[in-house]
């Protein structure tokens, strides 16, 4: 009997960390093919506060210092209330077309993620167009077990999705009808 009630101790050791864990990293990667060369779409994003000229949902994107590393990015909606949040340029990379940034924090009613980090890269498909990566890892809005549904894993990846979609599909438009 001591022997059973020992294996059951030490089974709920393990089991019970397993099933109080927290949320788990999150990944998100959309793309979007353009018609146009990588130079000529790598021109309208490579400002990193040249987002408002490009994505729909943003009313204003002023970075403090432009392209340099560190720079905060200051982000508002176009929404009711212009909400906002800050994103600060990690890493910038001209001759790869590609950058890094991080929301330090956000609100959860506006984005819900934690410990947000992206990149944006504009790669040659090698046919004279064009395919823009946007990727993201976070943690979900809630950080405790039991989020609300809205604050889940599956409501901020879909969150993320929307916000890359609405964007690249209207670099896309734009770019496009450049030509």
Do not use: C
Request: no cysteine; charged share 25%.
């Amino acid at each position: 009997m001591k022997v059973l009630a020992l294996a059951a101790a030490v089974i709920a050791l393990f089991v019970a960390p397993a099933s109080a864990h927290g949320p788990t990293r999150q990944k998100v990667v959309e793309l979007v093919y353009i018609n146009q060369p990588a130079d000529q779409v790598w021109a309208l994003i490579k400002d990193f506060d040249s987002l408002a000229t490009w994505h729909p949902l943003v009313a204003s994107s002023v970075a403090d210092k432009g392209n340099e590393e560190g720079s905060i990015r200051k982000v508002v909606l176009k929404a009711p209330g212009n909400p906002g949040f800050d994103e600060v340029l990690d890493t910038y990379n001209a001759a790869k077309r590609t950058y890094k940034y991080d929301i330090p924090k956000v609100d959860p009613k506006i984005l819900p993620v934690n410990d947000y980090e992206s990149f944006i890269t504009v790669l040659d498909d090698g046919k004279g167009g064009s395919i823009v990566e946007w990727k993201g890892a976070f943690y979900r809005g809630y950080m405790n077990n039991d989020p609300p549904p809205d604050l889940n894993d599956a409501a901020s990846a879909a969150a993320v999705r929307q916000v890359y979609r609405a964007g690249l599909d209207n670099l896309k438009k734009i770019a496009e009808a450049e030509r």
